[in-house]
């Protein structure tokens, strides 16, 4: 898969710009706050339909109404053509081919893995952020995972809900019944192919892990369900926690177990590096987690998605940028890069440069 050409208007701070990106290395180089990640943005925006924006609207350019990110790219050899039209008066437009379809069925059409500095510190922060990593590259391989996730999301909502009306004496316990036997059915299918996910990244991961390294470092992932104590008869043990926690449920007003809390653990050498991990430790493993995540998606659906980098050059040291950019050279991924310096890059680097200043793109 390769993308040939991106078209954004009153995106961000971006007026108007529109590029053809080589199919190997593009990168962007330029001072802070001229527009460079913004262009990163839409293009993940397009794929995951996610921003760093509280509200859509704060994708529009200032002043203006609308904002629109047309992408045109290949898969599987086929020509595609993806808009999504973003208006501060109107719903969101997503149109395929010129047409149109719902956000769910846009996931995994323009599969793309974002990597920006945030990321480096993911191993620290919530559970969530954990999730949302694995979630995001299951979601684009697999259309049914991301639509039996939102299915799980809404029961959790409801369950969480009805729990509220039942301390509140508006509604009876055993309205649970019904509720608990979906949620635990959804949950099993979830966690199941999380479990498999797990397994398969726990190889590509380590693979990288120790080539970084120089064989030095071993990297195993853990997949933590919280309050589960089996990853046997998932449906039938979820279904009995979810019963004997009812009455702590109802008293909290929410679903104290499930997939919506559960977590990843990372080890090095066995210890666990949210404890133990040194700053070097922490930037290898975020550089091998992402670079696995690539091969992940090759493995599910055949090609490698498209690499959007965010100035995670100045976070790691020369050997990483070395080893990241000969391994981006020789399996010809297509990636954009944002950068302040150009001196993050070999002078042999084969790739385009652009540059970026208040919004606008000469090269």
């Not at 590029?19 to 527009?35: K, L, M, V």
């Not at 009306?165 to 959804?186: G, P, V």
Request: include cysteine; charge should be positive; aromatic fraction near 10%.
């Amino acid at each position: 898969m390769y993308v040939d050409e991106i078209f954004l208007k009153d995106w961000r701070n971006l007026a108007e710009l529109k590029f053809c990106p080589n199919a190997a290395i593009n990168i962007f180089i330029g001072n802070n706050a001229q527009g460079k990640t913004n262009i990163l943005e839409a293009i993940n925006f397009a794929s995951l339909l996610k921003s760093r924006a509280g509200k859509e609207s704060e994708l529009i350019r200032w002043s203006q109404n609308v904002a629109l990110a047309r992408i045109k790219f290949f898969k599987a050899g086929v020509s595609h053509e993806l808009a999504i039209e973003i208006s501060s008066t109107r719903p969101r437009r997503i149109l395929l081919d010129a047409n149109p379809i719902r956000p769910r069925e846009l996931i995994g059409k323009l599969n793309s893995v974002f990597f920006s500095p945030e990321d480096l510190f993911m191993f620290k922060t919530s559970p969530s952020t954990r999730r949302k990593f694995l979630d995001a590259q299951i979601s684009q391989s697999s259309p049914v995972y991301f639509l039996n996730l939102l299915k799980y999301n809404r029961l959790v909502t409801l369950r969480n809900a009805l729990l509220k009306k039942i301390r509140d004496d508006s509604a009876f316990t055993t309205e649970l019944d019904l509720w608990d036997e979906q949620l635990a059915d959804f949950a099993e299918k979830i966690i199941s192919k999380r479990l498999d996910s797990i397994r398969k990244l726990n190889l590509l991961a380590n693979s990288i892990q120790e080539k970084i390294s120089v064989r030095a470092e071993s990297l195993s992932i853990v997949y933590d369900l919280r309050g589960l104590n089996s990853k046997e008869n998932i449906a039938e043990n979820f279904l009995k926690q979810l019963r004997a926690r009812r009455l702590k449920d109802i008293q909290r007003g929410s679903t104290s177990i499930g997939a919506h809390l559960d977590d990843l653990k990372f080890f090095i050498n066995g210890r666990e590096l949210r404890v133990f991990g040194s700053q070097g430790q922490l930037r290898t493993v975020a550089l091998a987690l992402k670079l696995s995540e690539l091969e992940f998606l090759k493995s599910e659906t055949g090609e490698y998605p498209l690499l959007l980098l965010d100035d995670v050059m100045s976070e790691l040291d020369y050997s990483r940028r070395e080893m990241l950019l000969d391994f981006l050279n020789r399996e010809q991924i297509q990636t954009l890069i944002t950068a302040t310096d150009r001196a993050y890059f070999p002078k042999q680097i084969f790739g385009k440069i652009f540059l970026v200043d208040a919004g606008r793109l000469i090269g």
